[in-house]
C-alpha cells in the first residue's frame, strides 16, 4: 500500500513520471560539496510529496530545491546557514528531522521518557511484589507444618 | 447477477455476525451449552458466505464487469489474468473485503481448532471476534460496497495503477493483513480473560500459535512490501519511514512485545496484567494501522473529510474498540491476580528489557507519525517527521535491544547470572571483535558501520551459542548431541533462527546504508560506466508491446574484472489507459549483494539516463525477515503438537497442577 501513494502522489500526479530523481546536470564538480549536498538533499522535505525528501523526489519542486542548496552551496553557505535559509522561505515543514523546540519537545522526548516511565514502572511493581503477602512467604501455620514434615523425614 | 449475490451474501454474513455476538455470551451468562454452541456453526457460516462475496468480487474482476463501479475504477480488460484477480483487492473497498475475509477465516480456525478451550472462554472468544466482524461487515455494506453498480456499464475500465500491476500486489496485501487479522485473536482471548476476570498459564498457550502465527504473517509481509518497493520505485530505497510503512511496523513492535511477554506467562505466569494490555494495544495498533492506511487522514487532516461518512465511521469504530477495550481493561484487570516472582536479572527479567525496548521503540514510531497531524490539529503549525528523525531515536533504541538479544535465551529463568552468561557469550563476543577487526581492515571507514557488522554477527553468534549450550556441541559426544540436538524443543530452535535472522537483516541493513554506491548517468550507444569492480557496456535500446503497455528497454553488457557475466535490461513501459510510466529496475545477483539497474528518460540522441546502484549485502535484509519467518513457523509446529495433545507434556504438569 506504501506503494501506492508514494508514486501516485509523486511521481504520476505530478507530471513528471519516472524521472530521476537527481539528475546528471544537477551534480556539482567538486565531489565534497557534492556529497554535503547529498546528504542536505536527504534531510530535506520535497513540500509537494507525500513524505519523500528532494534527494527522492522526482517533482519539479524538488529539482528546484536541490538546485538552491547547491547553489547556496557553491556561495560558501555552511550547512546550519543552508538549512536556516530553507526554513526562513519555506518553513519548519521543509526539514525531515524537526528541530528541537518547545512545540516539537514532547516529539523528541517520547523515547526517552517512555523508557524512563517504563523502568519505573517495573521498578515499582517488583517492590510492590516482593513486599506483597503471601505471594513467597509461608504463613506460620505453613511454616510450623513444614518443620513437622521435615522432622517426620529426618526419623 | 453475480455482485447482488455476493452483496447479499454480505448482509446474511453481516445477520450472522450478529447473532454470533450477542448469543454466546448470553450462553455464558446463562451456562447454557447450547446458546454457547451456537458460535461454532455461526462462525463457520459466516466464513462461507464471506468467501463467497469475495469469490463474487473476483468473478466480477475475472469477467471485466464493468457495470460493478470498482471493477470500472480498477480493471481493464486487456489486464493479464493474474491482475485481473489481484486488483480485486488493490482498492480502498476489495481491500477491505479481503481484510474480512481474514478476519472469517481466523474466525472459523478458532472454531474449529478450539476443541480443549473450556466452553466458556471458547464461546466469549468467539462472540469478541464477531464483534469485530459486525462491525467490518457493516463498515463495508454503508460507505464501502465493492459490489455498487453504475447506472450505465461504461465499455471499458479505467485501469489498474500501473504500479500496482506487479505479483507484490497478490502476495503483499493477503500476507500484511494475515498479520494485522491475526492479532484479533489475541486481542478476542485478551477481552474474554477480562470478561472472566480470570487467566492462567493455560490461557497463553492457547493464545500463543495465534500470536506467533500473526507475528510471521506480518514479518514477511512487510519485508515483502519492503522488497517490492524496493524494486518498482526504481531509487533503490527499501524502507522510507512512509506513515503506511509504519502503519505497519508498529503492530509488529508490540506483537513481537507480545510474542516475548506471552512466553513469560506461559513458563512463569508473571506479566499477566501486561500481556492483557499488550495483546489489545497489539490489535489496535493493526486496527489503527489499517485504518490510517485507508481513511487518506495520513496524507493530509483534509483528506479525511473527503468522505465524511466513512471517516466518522472509522472513528467510531476505532473509539469503540480501542476505548472499549482499555476501559475494560482499567475495569478489570486488577481483578487478575499476579504470579511467578522472578529476580531482575533472570530470563524473564530479559524479557522485561526487550518488551521495555520495544514498547519505546513503537511509541517512537507512534508519536512520529501522529504528531505532525496532532501539531497541525492543535497549532495550525506544520511540521514534518522524516527518516532522519526515525534514524537518530528509533536508531539507538533498537541497537540497545540487539545488544541485550543474546543474553536472553541464555539466562536462566527466576534467578540468572549476568557474569555467567556473559563468559559462555565469549564465543560471540569474539566472533564480534573479529567482524569489527576484519571489516575495518577491510572496509577503513566508518568505524559506525563496522560496529554495526560487530553487533549482527554478536546476535547471530550468541543465537547460536544457545544451540551449542543445549545440545553440549563441542563438549559431549557427538552421538549425545544428536540426540540433544533432536530432543531440543523447537521452540528453542525457532527462537534461535528468529533471534539468527533478525542479526542477518541487521548486516543487510548496514551494508546497504554504509558501502553501497550510486551512478546517475546519461550513456550514448557503447558507453561505459563503473561502479566498484562492474562494469556497464550500453548497447542500445529496444521498444517492444506488452498485453497492455508499450515498454522502452534498454540492454546493458555487465562485466566483473573485465570478464562477462551477464546482461541486465532495465526498462520502462508506457501504460496508455492511464498514461502514466512505472520503471521496471533491473537487478542482478551477486551472493548476497545486488547490482541495481534503472532506466530514466531517454534523450533525442539515443542516450539514456540511468541510476545505477551496487548495494551490497542488501538481500540479507529480507532473508533475515524470512529466516525470522521459519523461526517462527519451527516454534509454532512445536506449540501445535503441545496444544493439541489431549495431556500437558510431562514438565508442563508439574508446574501446572491447577489446569
Not at chain 1, 516482593?130 to 507444618?145: F, I, N, Q, V
Amino acid at each position: 500500500m506504501t506503494l501506492l501513494r508514494l508514486l501516485v502522489l509523486c511521481g504520476v500526479l505530478f507530471g513528471t513520471p519516472a524521472a530521476f530523481a537527481v539528475e546528471p546536470n544537477e551534480v556539482l564538480a567538486d565531489p565534497a560539496l557534492e556529497e554535503r549536498a547529498r546528504s542536505l538533499s536527504r534531510t530535506l522535505r520535497c513540500m509537494v510529496c507525500q513524505n519523500q525528501s528532494i534527494d527522492d523526489s522526482a517533482a519539479p519542486l524538488a529539482h528546484d530545491l536541490r538546485v538552491l542548496v547547491r547553489e547556496r552551496l557553491k556561495a560558501g553557505d555552511s550547512d546550519p546557514q543552508v538549512l536556516d535559509f530553507l526554513v526562513a522561505r519555506y518553513g519548519e515543514f521543509v526539514l525531515l528531522k524537526p528541530r528541537l523546540e518547545w512545540q516539537t519537545a514532547l516529539l523528541w522526548l517520547t523515547p526517552l521518557m517512555v523508557l524512563i516511565a517504563g523502568t519505573i514502572a517495573v521498578i515499582a511493581a517488583v517492590r510492590r511484589q516482593h513486599r506483597a503477602p503471601g505471594a513467597d512467604k509461608l504463613s506460620a501455620a505453613e511454616e510450623a507444618r513444614i518443620s513437622e514434615l521435615m522432622k517426620s523425614v529426618g526419623d | 447477477m453475480i455482485a447482488e449475490l455476493g452483496h447479499y451474501a454480505l448482509v446474511l454474513a453481516l445477520g450472522l455476525a450478529l447473532v454470533q455476538s450477542v448469543v454466546p455470551i448470553i450462553g455464558v451468562r446463562a451456562r447454557d451449552a447450547v446458546l454457547m454452541g451456537v458460535a461454532e456453526p455461526t462462525a463457520l457460516a459466516q466464513f462461507g458466505f464471506v468467501t463467497f462475496a469475495f469469490g463474487a468480487l473476483v468473478a466480477c474482476y475475472v469477467t471485466s464487469d464493468f457495470s460493478v463501479a470498482t471493477v470500472f475504477e480498477n480493471s481493464h480488460s486487456a489486464m493479464p489474468l493474474v491482475y485481473k484477480i489481484t486488483s480485486a483487492w488493490g482498492n480502498h473497498e476489495g481491500s477491505m473485503l479481503l481484510w474480512v475475509l481474514i478476519l472469517a477465516v481466523f474466525g472459523s480456525l478458532v472454531a474449529l481448532f478450539s476443541g480443549n478451550l473450556p466452553d466458556e472462554l471458547r464461546a466469549t472468544v468467539l462472540a469478541v471476534q464477531s464483534w469485530i466482524m459486525a462491525a467490518f461487515l457493516l463498515f463495508i455494506l454503508l460507505t464501502s460496497n465493492p459490489f455498487a453498480r453504475l447506472a450505465e456499464a461504461p465499455f471499458e475500465g479505467r485501469d489498474l495503477n500501473p504500479v500496482l500491476q506487479d505479483p507484490g500486489l497478490a502476495i503483499h496485501p493477503p500476507l500484511l493483513y494475515l498479520g494485522y487479522v491475526g492479532f484479533s485473536i489475541s486481542f478476542s482471548f485478551a477481552i474474554a480473560a477480562l470478561l472472566e476476570g480470570r487467566i492462567d498459564a493455560a490461557w497463553a498457550r492457547w493464545v500463543r500459535p495465534w500470536i506467533l502465527a500473526a507475528w510471521m504473517f506480518l514479518t514477511v509481509g512487510i519485508a515483502m512490501g519492503s522488497y517490492w518497493a524496493y524494486y518498482t520505485l526504481g531509487w533503490g530505497g527499501w524502507w522510507f519511514w512512509d506513515p503506511v510503512e509504519n502503519a505497519s511496523l508498529m503492530p509488529w513492535l508490540a506483537g513481537t512485545a507480545l510474542l516475548h511477554s506471552a512466553l513469560v506467562m506461559e513458563k512463569r505466569e508473571a506479566l499477566k496484567v501486561w500481556t492483557i494490555l499488550l495483546a489489545i494495544l497489539t490489535f489496535s495498533l493493526s486496527l489503527i494501522g489499517t485504518f490510517l492506511v485507508r481513511s487518506g487522514v495520513l496524507s493530509s487532516v483534509h483528506a479525511f473529510a473527503s468522505d465524511p461518512m466513512r471517516g466518522i465511521f472509522i472513528l467510531a469504530i476505532l473509539v469503540v474498540f480501542i476505548g472499549g477495550a482499555l476501559a475494560l481493561y482499567a475495569w478489570r484487570a486488577p481483578l487478575l491476580k499476579q504470579g511467578g516472582l522472578f529476580a531482575p536479572i533472570s530470563r524473564e527479567g530479559a524479557l522485561v528489557l526487550n518488551n521495555l525496548f520495544l514498547t519505546a521503540a513503537c511509541a517512537t514510531v507512534f508519536v512520529g507519525t501522529l504528531y505532525p497531524l496532532a501539531l497541525e490539529a492543535v497549532t495550525g503549525e506544520k511540521i514534518s517527521v522524516g527518516a532522519p528523525f526515525f534514524d537518530a531515536t528509533f536508531g539507538p533504541l533498537l541497537v540497545l535491544l540487539l545488544l541485550a538479544v543474546p543474553f536472553g535465551p541464555l539466562m536462566s529463568w527466576k534467578r540468572g547470572d549476568l557474569l555467567a552468561v556473559s563468559q559462555r557469550l565469549l564465543g560471540a563476543f569474539a566472533a564480534a571483535g573479529f567482524g569489527i577487526l576484519v571489516t575495518l581492515a577491510v572496509q577503513g571507514r566508518p568505524a559506525l558501520a563496522a560496529l554495526g557488522i560487530g553487533l549482527g554477527l554478536f546476535v547471530i553468534a550468541g543465537a547460536i551459542t544457545d544451540l551449542v549450550e543445549r545440545t553440549g556441541l563441542l563438549r559431549a559426544p557427538p552421538a549425545t548431541v544428536v540426540q540433544r540436538a533432536v530432543g531440543l524443543p523447537r521452540s528453542a530452535w525457532g527462537a534461535a533462527l528468529a533471534h539468527i535472522g533478525l542479526g542477518l537483516t541487521l548486516l543487510g541493513i548496514i551494508g546497504e546504508t554504509q558501502w553501497g554506491s550510486e551512478r546517475i548517468v546519461s550513456l550514448k550507444p557503447e558507453q561505459h560506466v563503473a561502479i566498484g569492480n562492474y562494469d556497464l557496456t550500453f548497447e542500445g535500446t529496444v521498444t517492444r508491446d506488452g498485453p497492455n503497455y508499450r515498454e522502452l528497454a534498454a540492454t546493458f553488457a555487465v562485466q566483473r574484472g573485465g570478464e562477462f557475466i551477464g546482461m541486465m535490461q532495465p526498462s520502462k513501459r508506457t501504460f496508455a489507459t492511464r498514461s502514466t510510466t512505472t520503471t521496471e529496475a533491473a537487478l542482478m545477483m551477486q551472493g548476497v549483494s545486488q547490482l541495481y539497474l534503472s532506466l530514466g528518460d531517454p534523450g533525442p540522441d539515443g542516450s539514456v539516463t540511468v541510476r545505477l546502484y551496487y548495494k551490497p549485502l542488501v538481500l540479507l535484509i529480507w532473508l533475515g525477515a524470512v529466516v525470522m519467518m521459519l523461526g517462527g513457523a519451527m516454534s509454532l509446529s512445536d506449540r501445535r503438537l503441545r496444544v493439541g495433545a489431549p495431556k500437558p507434556g510431562k514438565r508442563k504438569s508439574e508446574m501446572q497442577p491447577a489446569e
